[in-house]
C-alpha cells in the first residue's frame, strides 16, 4: 500500500497560479497511476486529472483543459499538479489517488482508486 501526501494548497487570487505536489512513501509512483480529484463544498468528488503507468497517457477533464498540467518526479518520488489560469470554480480540496503498483497500471476514470493522501485545500477568490 503505497502511502500519499499532498502539499502545495493555498489562497489565491484568480488569474493566479499553483503547484500542487503528491508525494509517495513505501513505493515508487513510477508503478502507480496517480490521479488528482477534487471535492468542493457540498459538490461530489471529481477527478480533474491521471496520469497512467502503461503507455504515459494523460486524461484532463475538459474544465481545467490548457490550464493544469500534472507530470512525474521520478527522483523526488512526486506527482504534481501546476495549475494556472486559477478560477473561483477551482476551489476545493484536492486529492491525489493511486492504483495499480504495476507496469502496466492505467487510468479507469472510475475512481477505483485504491490509495488516497488526505487532501490539500485550494482557495481562488475573485
Known amino acids: 500500500q503505497v502511502q500519499l501526501a499532498e502539499s502545495g494548497g493555498g489562497s489565491v487570487q484568480e488569474g493566479g497560479s499553483l503547484r500542487l505536489s503528491c508525494a509517495g512513501s513505501r513505493y515508487t509512483l513510477d508503478h502507480y497511476a496517480i490521479g488528482w480529484l477534487r471535492q468542493a463544498p457540498g459538490k461530489e468528488r471529481e477527478e480533474v486529472s491521471c496520469?497512467?503507468?502503461?503507455?504515459?497517457?494523460?486524461y484532463y477533464d475538459d474544465s481545467v483543459k490548457g490550464r493544469f498540467t500534472v507530470s512525474r518526479n521520478s527522483a523526488k518520488n512526486t506527482v504534481d499538479l501546476q495549475m494556472n489560469s486559477l478560477k473561483p470554480e477551482d476551489t476545493a480540496v484536492y486529492y491525489c489517488a493511486a492504483r495499480g503498483g504495476h507496469s502496466a497500471s492505467t487510468c479507469t476514470r472510475r475512481l477505483d482508486f485504491t490509495d488516497w493522501g488526505q487532501g490539500t485545500r485550494v482557495t481562488v477568490s475573485s
Open positions: 496520469i497512467s503507468v502503461r503507455d504515459g497517457s494523460i
